[in-house]
Nanobody
């Protein structure tokens, strides 16, 4: 499995950014795709996830209502739309995936840096 995240960059507080994660190497119909992030000096944090098969999503409270995860099954790509960005959203964002029944995320992308200036 290969995961290629892109779309990070510098944005002002209140702005928007969309991250993409292109997945390859597997048929992902029974997989879950998630986004995690890690800010400097902080532990890695779950952001949200989406089931490839039915598009059901789940979000961390810290991003609920501001971030949206979607997927394009034909392109094997998952998106993280981030609106109303805050300086505390600054982090390296990782796309990860696992088989739905697995207890842990087995595959991690390389991460993309999002910096939100105040």
């Amino acid at each position: 499995v290969q995961l290629q995240a892109s779309g990070g960059g510098l944005v002002q507080a209140g702005g928007s950014l969309r991250l993409s994660c292109a997945a390859s190497g597997r048929t992902f119909s029974n997989y879950v795709m998630a986004w995690f992030r890690q800010a400097p000096g902080k532990e890695r944090e779950f952001v949200g996830r989406i089931w490839w098969s039915n598009g059901i999503t789940l979000y961390a409270d810290s991003v609920k209502g501001r971030f949206t995860i979607s997927r394009d099954n034909a392109k094997n790509t998952v998106y993280l739309q981030m609106n109303s960005l805050k300086p505390e959203d600054t982090a390296v964002y990782y796309c990860v995936t696992k088989v739905g029944s697995s207890p842990q995320y087995d595959y991690w992308g390389q991460g993309t840096l999002v910096t939100v200036s105040s």
